[in-house]
C-alpha cells in the first residue's frame, strides 16, 4: 500500500485514456496536451513526492536483483493491477514531466522534475517484468537516458534577467507564462536571455542529473541492450558527454570493482558506465569497443564532435585537461582487461589521433603525450607495428600529419628503447630501436618541403641531446660522426638494417642513406653530408628554419657531436647580424648557450664577443637590450675584488678572458664595446665600489683587461683614486717588458684623468711622455697613444694656447723624425744600413704628430715622405723644383727600400695631405696613376685607404676619382677587393658616395665573386655574353628579390617604355646583339620574381609559410589579402592592356619579318604572362587574330602537356583502363632530395623526376616543376584486399555508404560510423598487400571516384 500512495500525487486515475493513447501514439516524441487541472496538479507536485515514489520503487528493483526473492518480482506488477493502476497511464504520466522539463524555456523546478521522472522511468525499467508489462520504448529510454544535456543549462552564469530585483524562486521562472495548447510554441530570444539560474537552482538540478546517471547505472547493470544497437550507442554518447559535466580532482580507480552509490562525480559515473557498456552483457564488445573509442578519440584530441562537419576545437583549460587525463587512463585500464581484443581498436584510435591532430602547438603537444601513454601499454610487436604506419605518416601529404609526426617521436624517445629481440615478427624489429625514430623519421625532416616542419624537426633534433638516453645520443653521433658508427645497439645487425623486407620498401627513400656499417669512409662522408645540410639550414630563406637551425648546430657543439671548428662558431656567429630580428635574437641566445657550456674554449669566447658585441649598434633596440643583458651578466656583474690567495671561480675567469680576447685578438670591437658603457653610466653602474673592485684587478695576471675596461669606464666615471693609476703610470715608465695593449690603456686613462690633475703632475707626465716618444722604441700602437695623450695634457680652455703646446712639442718630435728621414735619404749610404723597424716608426711619429701641429711640417718634409717613395737622391736638398705630379710614383727609378716601409710612407703622405689641400690637389692624381699601374700590394692597398679617407674630407676633389677606386673591386689581390669593398661601403653608407656612374654596376659584380668574403669577379666588371648568363640572371633574381611590389610595377613599365618601345621607333636596332638584348628582356619579364607578390602568393602566406591557425584575425587577414590581389590585379592589367599590349604586337609583327630568334622568347613571355588572364586573351588581343590563335594554341598545348604530366605523377592505370590508383608511398613524400654529393648508396634511391624536352617552354618547365613538387591530392589504394565483410569496415570521419578514403597505405580503420550498424568480421584492419601476393588473393578492392573517371578520359583523347 505504501507504493498506492506514493504513486497518488501522478493522478493516474484522473487522466483521461485518450489522452494515454495519443501519447503512445505518438511515441512520445511530443508534449500531448493535458486538462488544465490536472496539469496543475501534476505541475504542484514537489521534489518530495517524487523522492518518496523512488524509495518505494528502489525497493523493488533491489529486491529484483536477489535471487531469492522470486515472489517479490510478481508482487509489485500484480499491486499495480491489484489496484487497477495502469502500467501504461503511469509511463505517459513519467513522459509529460519528461518532455514538460526537455524545453528550452523550462524553470527549474520543471527540470528537477522532469529529472525526477526520468529516474522513476529508468528505476521502473530495470525492475524484472518491465517488458512484459510493456514498460520499454526505445524512444523513451533514450529521451530519459540524455535528459542530462537538455536540462542542465550549458550556458548558466551567463544569461542575467534584466529585472535584478526578483527572487531566486521567481527568477528561475519565464517571464511570460506559456500558452495552453501550444507546448512547442517558440519563445523570442529576448525571453531565453531572461531566464537565470541561481546558485540554489544550479544545486538542485545537479542533484537530479545526478540520480538520474545513478540510476541509468542500475538499470545498465541488469538491463541488457544487447539487440538495441542504437540505444547502446546513444549510451555511449551519453557518457562521453557526461565526461565534461563537473570538474573533478585527482584520478579515478577504473580497476576496483566499485558500488555504484560509492560514486561521488558525474565524470567518475560516466566512466564506470562506459566500461559497463563494454561487457558481453550489452552485446558484441568488439562493437562495443568501437563506439566507447570513437567516443573517447575526441575527448583525447579534446575536440567537440557533434553530429556533422569538423569538430571544432575546445578551449583548453584546467578541467578540459583533467578529463582528458582520465580518458586516456580508462583506455589504458580496458587494453589491460581486455588484452587482445581491444588491442585492434587501440590501434584505430592511435591512428585516427595522428591523422586528425590539428596543427596548433597546444593541442599537438598533448596529443603527442597521448600518444607516448597509450604506446606504453603495447606488446613490442604491436608497437613495431604502429611506428612502421607512423613512419608512413610522416611522409603524407597534409603538413599537419608530418608535424605532428616529429612530435609523437619526440614522446617515444623518452621512453626506454625496445630491444628487436623483443619483437616476435623479424621484418618489424627494426622499427624498435630510438635510432630509427630519429635518423629516419626525425633527421629526414629536415628535407622537408615545409619549411613549418624543417624547422620543427630541427628544433626537435637539438632537445634530443637533452634527453637522459644513450640510446638516443649514440643514434645521433652516428648521423654526424665518423666514428661513431662503429658503436652499435645491442641486438643491432647489418643485414637487419640493409636488407629490408617488403614491410620496408618505403626505406630507400629517405633524404640520408642507409650505409654498410663495416666502410667508416662511406658514413663518414654522409656525417659530412648531414653537416653541410644542418649549415645550410642556417641560412635558409625561411625565418623558423634558421632558428631552428641554429638550436641544432648549438646542442650538437655542446655536446660534442660535431667539431667546435672555427668555421661552425662563424656560422652561429654571423646569425647575430640576420635580416631577421627574431633570428638575431635566438642567435644571441644560443650563443650564450654555448658559451655558458663552453666557458673554457677561447674559440667560442671569441665567436662570442664576435656575435654580442657588435649587436650593441643594432638598429632594433630588442636586439640591443638583449646583447646588453649578456654582457651585464658574464662581464659587468662578474668583477668582484680581487684576491692573490683565491682562486677565481669559473664565472670570473670567463670575464677575464672575454676581456683580454678584447685586449688582442677582437680589438675591431673596441667602437661596440664602448657603447654599452654609454648605458651603464646612465644606469649608474660605475660606481667607487665598482672602480675600486676593477682597480683591484691591475696588478694581476690579467692587468690588461682591467686596464681597458678602467680606459672605458674612466670616460663616463671619472671618480677615480688618481694616486692608483699615477703609481700604475710610473711603473709602466721604469718597466721595460711593458704589454703593448696594456700601455695603450693606461695612456688611455691618463689622458681622460688629464684635466683633474695638478699643473705639476702634468709637467712630469709631459717630460716623461716626451723622452718617452724621443726613443723612437715603442710601438707603433704606443706612440699613436702617447701622442693622444700628450694632446690631452697640453689641452685646455684656450685654443691658442693648446696649439702653441702642440707646435712646441709637436716640432720637437718633427724635427727629430725629418733629421733621421735625411740621414737615410740623403746620405750615400744610408739605406743600406738601413733599421727597416726604427724607420717605420719614424714615419709612424711623424704621420701622428703632424695631424696635431700642420703648421710645422714644411715642404722639406713632405719632400722626403715622398722620397721613400720613389728615388734616392744625394741631390734632393738642393733640388728646388718639385717632382711632377703627372707620372706616377713607381714610374721614377725604384729605391731599394723595403716594401713595409713604403707602404707606411703613403699612410704618412695621406696623413699629411689631411691637412693641407694643395698636397692632395698634388698627389691625387699619382695615387690614382698608381692604383692601376703599381704592383706592390701593400702601397696599392694603403692607397685605397688613404684616398677614401681623404674622400671624407675633401669630398669633391676626391669625388673624380671614385672609378679609380671601385676598379680596384676588379684587383687580382683578393685583400685589395676587400679592402676596397669595406671602404667604400662606409663612404656609401655615410653619404660622401653617391650611386652613380658605373659603382652600382661594379657592386652587384661583387655578388658573383669566387672568392666567399667578397663576392666579386676576377678579371672584368663585364658580364656581356651566354657564358654568363647565369650569373647575370643572379643577379636579376637577387635584385627583384629584394625589391617592392611597388618597384617591381614601375620595373616593369620602365622596362616597356625604354626597351621594348625604343625597338618598335626603331632607335634601337634589331641586329645580332639587339636580339639578344630584346631576349633577355623577355626573359626578364618572365622570371617568377617580376610577378608581384600581392598576386602572385596565396592568401596568408605573403611572408612565408604561417600555420593555419583558425582564428577571425587569420580570416581577416585572408580578405584583406583578397581585395587587395583584386585591385593591384585589376591596377596591372590596365597597365598591361594600355602599356605593353600595343607593344607587344608591333614587336611581334617586326620579329617575323626579321625572323629573328627572340620571337620564341617573346611568345614565350606571354605564355608567361597570360596564365594570369586565361580567359582574357580575345580581349587583350583582338587587335592581332593572329597572334590572339597562336598565343590560344600555345595555352592549350601547355595546360594539356601540363595535365598529361600530372596524371603521369599522380595515376598508375590499370591493366584494363578502367582504374587510375595511385599508392601512397614515400616517392610522394614531401621531403626532398638532397642536392649534395654523389656517393654511392647501399639503398636504392627514388627515382628523379623525368626531364622535358629541350624545346619546352620555359613556362612549361617551370609549371611542371611547381607540379611534380605538389603533393598528391587524391589518394585510392593499389593492391589492397577487402576480408568477407570488410566493406561494411568504415574510417570514423567517413560517411556512410561512401568509399573508404584511405589516407595511409599500411592500414585501415576499422571504426565503424554512428549512423548505423555493422557487424564485425574476422579482421577489422585492412592491410595493404604487396603486388606479388595479389593473385593469391581475393578480388580486388577499386575504388574509383568521378574525378579520377574524369582525368583518365582526357588521357585517353590526348593519347588519340
Known amino acids: 500500500m505504501e507504493l498506492i500512495s506514493a504513486l497518488k500525487f501522478l ?39 517524487f523522492r518518496n515514489l523512488y524509495e518505494c520503487l528502489l525497493t523493488y528493483a533491489a529486491d529484483g536483483q536477489s535471487v531469492s526473492s522470486v515472489g517479490t518480482l510478481q508482487n509489485i506488477w500484480a499491486i499495480l493491477v491489484e489496484d487497477r493502476v495502469s502500467v501504461k497511464s503511469l509511463v505517459a504520466v513519467l513522459s509529460f514531466f519528461v518532455l514538460t522539463g526537455k524545453d528550452k524555456v523550462a524553470d527549474t523546478q520543471q527540470r528537477v522534475s522532469s529529472l525526477h521522472a526520468a529516474s522513476l522511468y529508468l528505476l521502473l525499467l530495470g525492475i524484472p517484468g518491465s517488458i512484459a508489462n510493456k514498460v520499454f520504448h526505445e524512444v523513451l529510454l533514450d529521451t530519459c537516458s540524455d535528459l ?61 542529473v545526478f ?51 560509492k560514486l561521488r562525480s558525474v565524470p567518475e559515473m560516466a566512466f564506470h558506465g562506459l566500461q559497463l557498456l563494454c561487457s558481453p552483457k550489452h552485446g558484441n564488445q568488439r562493437e562495443s569497443l568501437r563506439r566507447v573509442f570513437h567516443c573517447l578519440l575526441y575527448v583525447i584530441l579534446m575536440m567537440n564532435k557533434g553530429n556533422r562537419g569538423k569538430p571544432p576545437l575546445l578551449v583548453i583549460s584546467q578541467a578540459i585537461l583533467s578529463t582528458r587525463d582520465q580518458a586516456i587512463h580508462f583506455v589504458c585500464h580496458l587494453v589491460d582487461e581486455l588484452k587482445q581484443l581491444a588491442l585492434p581498436f587501440l590501434h584505430i584510435l592511435l591512428q585516427h589521433i595522428c591523422f586528425q591532430m590539428v596543427e596548433k602547438s597546444e593541442f599537438r603537444i598533448h596529443g603527442a603525450q597521448a600518444v607516448g601513454m597509450l604506446t606504453s601499454e603495447m606488446t613490442s610487436t604491436d608497437y613495431a607495428c604502429f611506428i612502421k604506419w607512423l613512419f608512413n605518416l610522416s611522409r603524407h601529404s597534409k603538413m599537419v600529419c608530418r608535424l605532428f609526426s616529429v612530435d609523437v617521436v619526440m614522446v617515444l624517445l623518452e621512453q626506454p628503447e625496445r630491444r ?21 623519421m626525425l633527421f629526414a625532416q629536415q628535407m622537408d618541403e615545409s619549411p613549418t616542419v624543417q624547422g620543427h624537426a630541427l628544433s626537435c633534433l637539438a632537445q634530443c641531446l637533452e634527453l637522459p638516453s644513450l640510446d638516443v645520443t649514440r643514434a645521433i653521433h652516428d648521423l654526424f660522426s665518423a666514428t661513431g658508427t662503429q658503436t652499435l645497439l645491442d641486438g643491432e645487425t647489418t643485414e637487419g638494417i640493409l636488407t629490408s623486407q617488403p614491410t620496408q620498401k618505403t626505406y630507400h627513400s629517405l633524404p640520408f642513406r642507409t650505409v654498410e656499417i663495416s666502410s667508416t669512409e662511406s658514413f663518414g662522408c654522409d656525417a659530412r653530408e648531414n653537416t653541410t645540410l644542418l649549415l645550410q639550414h642556417v641560412k635558409d630563406s625561411k625565418t623558423n628554419v634558421r632558428k631552428s637551425a641554429l638550436q641544432a648546430l648549438v646542442s650538437l657543439m655542446k655536446h660534442a657531436v660535431i667539431p667546435m671548428s672555427w668555421e661552425n662558431l662563424t656560422t652561429l656567429s654571423e646569425r647575430c647580424r640576420d635580416p631577421a630580428v627574431s633570428v638575431r635574437k635566438k642567435a644571441l641566445q644560443c650563443m650564450g648557450d654555448l658559451l655558458v657550456a663552453k666557458p673554457d674554449c677561447s674559440m667560442v669566447q671569441k665567436a662570442w664577443l664576435q656575435g654580442v658585441v657588435p649587436a650593441l649598434a643594432d638598429s632594433e633596440n630588442s636586439v640591443q637590450d638583449k646583447a646588453l643583458e649578456a654582457l651585464d651578466q658574464l662581464v659587468l656583474s662578474q668583477v668582484k675584488p680581487y684576491s692573490a690567495s683565491c682562486h677565481l671561480d669559473i664565472s ?16 675591431n670591437l673596441s667602437p661596440y664595446f664602448s657603447r654599452a658603457f654609454t648605458i651603464w653610466s646612465k644606469q649608474d653602474k660605475f660606481t667607487p665600489t665598482f672602480i675600486t673592485n676593477l682597480i683591484s684587478h691591475t696588478k694581476a695576471d690579467h692587468a690588461e683587461g682591467a686596464w681597458l675596461f678602467l680606459s672605458k669606464a674612466v670616460v663616463l666615471s671619472p671618480r677615480l683614486p688618481y694616486g692608483k693609476i699615477l703609481e700604475a703610470w710610473d711603473n709602466m715608465i721604469s718597466s721595460k717588458d711593458e704589454n703593448v695593449t696594456t700601455c695603450c690603456h693606461i695612456l688611455s686613462v691618463m689622458g681622460n684623468i688629464a684635466a683633474y690633475l695638478n699643473e705639476d703632475t702634468k709637467d712630469r707626465i709631459v717630460d716623461d711622455l716626451m723622452s718617452w716618444l724621443k726613443t723612437f722604441n715603442l710601438a707603433l700602437e704606443v706612440i699613436s697613444a702617447a701622442v693622444e695623450t700628450l694632446y690631452h695634457l697640453g689641452r685646455s680652455d684656450d685654443i691658442k694656447q693648446t696649439q702653441a703646446f702642440l707646435n712646441q712639442h709637436g716640432g720637437e718630435l718633427l724635427s727629430l723624425c725629418e733629421g733621421y728621414l735625411s740621414s737615410v735619404i740623403l746620405t750615400e749610404k744610408g739605406a743600406e744600413n738601413l733599421n727597416e723597424e726604427l724607420m717605420v716608426k719614424h714615419l709612424h711619429t711623424l704621420g701622428v704628430v703632424s695631424l696635431h701641429c700642420p703648421a710645422e711640417v714644411g715642404k722639406r718634409t713632405v719632400l722626403l715622405v715622398e722620397s721613400v717613395l720613389t728615388i734616392h737622391s744625394d741631390k734632393l736638398a738642393e733640388c728646388p723644383e718639385e717632382l711632377p705630379a703627372s707620372l706616377p ?23 699629411l695631405c689631411l691637412q693641407h689641400e694643395e698636397l692632395v690637389q698634388k698627389y691625387l692624381p699619382v695615387f690614382a696613376r698608381e692604383l692601376e699601374v703599381g704592383t706592390d700590394v701593400a702601397v696599392r692597398n694603403n692607397l685605397v685607404v688613404v684616398m677614401c679617407d681623404l674622400c671624407v674630407r675633401y669630398t669633391t676633389i676626391v669625388d673624380h676619382y671614385i672609378p679609380n677606386i671601385s676598379a680596384c673591386l676588379r684587383d687580382d689581390e683578393a685583400v685589395i677587393r676587400e679592402q676596397t669593398l669595406i671602404m667604400l661601403t662606409n663612404l656609401l653608407q655615410e653619404d660622401f658616395v653617391k650611386w652613380k656612374g658605373s659603382l652600382f654596376f661594379r657592386f652587384m659584380v661583387v655578388l658573383v665573386d669566387p672568392v666567399p668574403v667578397i663576392s666579386s669577379e676576377k678579371l672584368k666588371f663585364s658580364l656581356k655574353g651566354v657564358q654568363y648568363r647565369e650569373k647575370r640572371f643572379q643577379i636579376y633574381r637577387f635584385l627583384l628579390e629584394h625589391f617592392t611590389d611597388a618597384q617591381r610595377f614601375h ?66 587577414k585572408a580578405v584583406v589579402q583578397a581585395a587587395q590581389k583584386k585591385v593591384v590585379s585589376q591596377v596591372q592589367k590596365k597597365a598591361f592592356i594600355e602599356n605593353t599590349v600595343p607593344l607587344i604586337i608591333s614587336l611581334k609583327i617586326l620579329l617575323e619579318q626579321k625572323r629573328s630568334p627572340a620571337l620564341r622568347d617573346l611568345m614565350t613571355y606571354l605564355q608567361v604572362t597570360m596564365q594570369d588572364y586565361r580567359n582574357e586573351v580575345t580581349e587583350f588581343f583582338s587587335g592581332d587574330e593572329q597572334l590572339m590563335a597562336e598565343l590560344e594554341f600555345a595555352l592549350r598545348t601547355a595546360e594539356k602537356e601540363r595535365e598529361m604530366e600530372e596524371q603521369m605523377d599522380t595515376c598508375t592505370l590499370t591493366g584494363d583502363g578502367k582504374t587510375p590508383t595511385a599508392q601512397v608511398s614515400v616517392q610522394d613524400s614531401p621531403i626532398r632530395c638532397r642536392p649534395l654529393l654523389s656517393v654511392s648508396f647501399a639503398t636504392p634511391q627514388p627515382p628523379r623526376p623525368s626531364c622535358l624536352s629541350l624545346g619546352q617552354s620555359q613556362t612549361v618547365r617551370r609549371t611542371n616543376r611547381s607540379r611534380q613538387e605538389e603533393p598528391v591530392k587524391l ?24 568509399s573508404v578514403n584511405l589516407t595511409f597505405d599500411e592500414g585501415v580503420s576499422a571504426i565503424f560510423s554512428d549512423q548505423g550498424t555493422s557487424l564485425v568480421r574476422e579482421t577489422d584492419v585492412l592491410n595493404v598487400q604487396p603486388n606479388e601476393q595479389q593473385a593469391s588473393r581475393l578480388r580486388q578492392w577499386n575504388v574509383q571516384s568521378p574525378l579520377c573517371k574524369k582525368k583518365i578520359k582526357k588521357i585517353k583523347n590526348l593519347a588519340k
Open 148 to 208: 542530462s544535456s537538455h536540462c542542465w543549462p550549458h550556458d548558466s552564469g551567463k544569461k542575467r534577467k534584466r529585472d535584478g530585483l526578483k527572487t531566486s524562486q521567481t527568477e528561475g521562472k519565464r517571464s511570460k507564462p506559456q500558452q495552453k495548447g501550444t507546448p512547442d510554441m517558440e519563445v523570442d530570444e529576448e525571453e531565453e536571455e531572461e531566464l537565470y539560474f541561481s546558485g540554489v537552482d544550479l544545486l538542485k538540478i545537479r542533484d537530479a
Open 420 to 440: 628487436p629481440g623483443e619483437c616476435k615478427e623479424p621484418d618489424l624489429a627494426c622499427f624498435l630501436p630510438h635510432k630509427f625514430l630519429i635518423q629516419s
Open 211 to 261: 540520480l538520474l546517471v545513478q540510476t541509468l547505472l542500475r538499470l545498465l547493470q541488469t538491463f541488457s541492450l544487447k539487440g538495441r544497437p542504437q540505444s547502446a550507442s546513444n549510451c555511449t554518447q551519453i557518457f562521453s558527454k557526461l565526461l565534461y559535466f563537473e570538474p573533478v580532482l585527482g584520478h579515478f580507480n577504473f580497476a576496483a570493482v566499485q558500488d555504484i552509490t
Open 889 to 911: 710614383l713607381s714610374q721614377f727609378k725604384a729605391n731599394s727600400l723595403p716594401s713595409r716601409v713604403k707602404a707606411h710612407a703613403v699612410i704618412t703622405l695621406g696623413k
Open 1275 to 1298: 589518394i585510392t589504394l593499389e593492391g589492397t584486399v577487402i576480408p568477407q565483410g570488410g566493406e561494411n569496415d568504415r574510417a570514423i570521419s567517413t560517411p556512410k555508404g561512401g
Open 652 to 667: 670570473q675567469k670567463l670575464t677575464w678572458d672575454l676581456l683580454c680576447l678584447l685586449c688582442h685578438k677582437c680589438q
Open 11 to 49: 493522478k493516474l486515475h484522473q487522466v483521461p485514456e485518450a489522452w494515454v493513447d495519443a501519447v503512445w501514439n505518438s511515441e512520445f516524441t511530443e508534449r500531448q496536451p493535458l486538462d488544465d487541472t490536472i496539469e496543475e496538479q501534476l505541475t504542484a507536485s514537489g521534489d518530495e513526492a
Open 1051 to 1116: 620595373i616593369t613599365n620602365k622596362i616597356s617604355q625604354t626597351v621594348l618601345a625604343c625597338f618598335v621607333d626603331k632607335e634601337l636596332p634589331l641586329d645580332a646583339d639587339g636580339a639578344e638584348m630584346l631576349s633577355e628582356t623577355f626573359n626578364i619579364l618572365s622570371l617568377k620574381e617580376m610577378k608581384l607578390q600581392a598576386i602572385s602568393a596565396p592568401a596568408g602566406v605573403m611572408a612565408g609559410e604561417e600555420t593555419e591557425e583558425e582564428n577571425m584575425a587569420t580570416m581577416a
